[in-house]
């Protein structure tokens, strides 16, 4: 993506208000990477320089958690970091050189091998990590912790388990008052 042509900032192609912009905002992306890295270093010690450069531990987590919020296959989720500026956003490229000739950032065999590294313990630290910036920040309250990880619009109508947690503690709060 650093290639040549002109450089556009994602930046100021992504609103403010995108619910990808907002989600990318809220992680602790410094913290995330560190575990991965920390973790991909202690289980697989051996590094190669043959192949294609290293892709950034911080845009293959992105990628990663990116597919799992939207129904895509690697194939597709590759492919839209290639097109969508929202994705480039989340996955934390600040500036895009054009080259219409690229056919793809990530390989999808190259997700799918981070995928695989990633372990249940990983995955542990991830999750106490990503709770404990969301504490931090105000986001959440420590009391009964419930977490979604792709915002949605206020008042939209996007059932998961904090709206039904909700909902459920404001129909006792009623009925206890009676």
């Not at 973790?39 to 294609?52: D, I, L, Q």
């Not at 450069?53 to 911080?58: F, G």
């Not at 619009?153 to 503690?169: C, H, M, P």
Request: one cysteine or more; glycine letters at 4%; proline letters at 6%.
């Amino acid at each position: 993506m650093t290639d040549r042509g002109p450089s556009i900032r994602v930046a100021d192609f992504v609103p403010e208000t995108h619910p990808w912009r907002q989600w990318a905002d809220t992680f602790p992306w410094a913290a995330l990477v560190a575990a991965v890295d920390q973790s991909e270093a202690r289980r697989f010690p051996t590094h190669t320089t043959r192949g294609r450069a290293p892709m950034a531990t911080r845009v293959l987590l992105a990628l990663e958690l990116l597919k799992h919020e939207l129904p895509c296959s690697d194939e597709q989720i590759c492919s839209r970091l290639r097109t969508d500026l929202a994705v480039m956003y989340a996955c934390g490229i600040a500036d895009v050189h054009v080259d219409r000739f690229q056919g793809h950032v990530v390989l999808p065999e190259i997700l799918a091998q981070f995928r695989r590294r990633i372990d249940e313990a990983l995955m542990h630290e991830l999750l106490t990590i990503q709770a404990a910036a969301a504490m931090e920040a105000g986001l959440v309250s420590p009391a009964h912790l419930v977490f979604d990880t792709c915002p949605s619009e206020q008042g939209s109508q996007r059932v998961n388990d904090a709206a039904t947690l909700y909902k459920a503690q404001k129909k006792s709060s009623k009925s206890s008052r009676r």
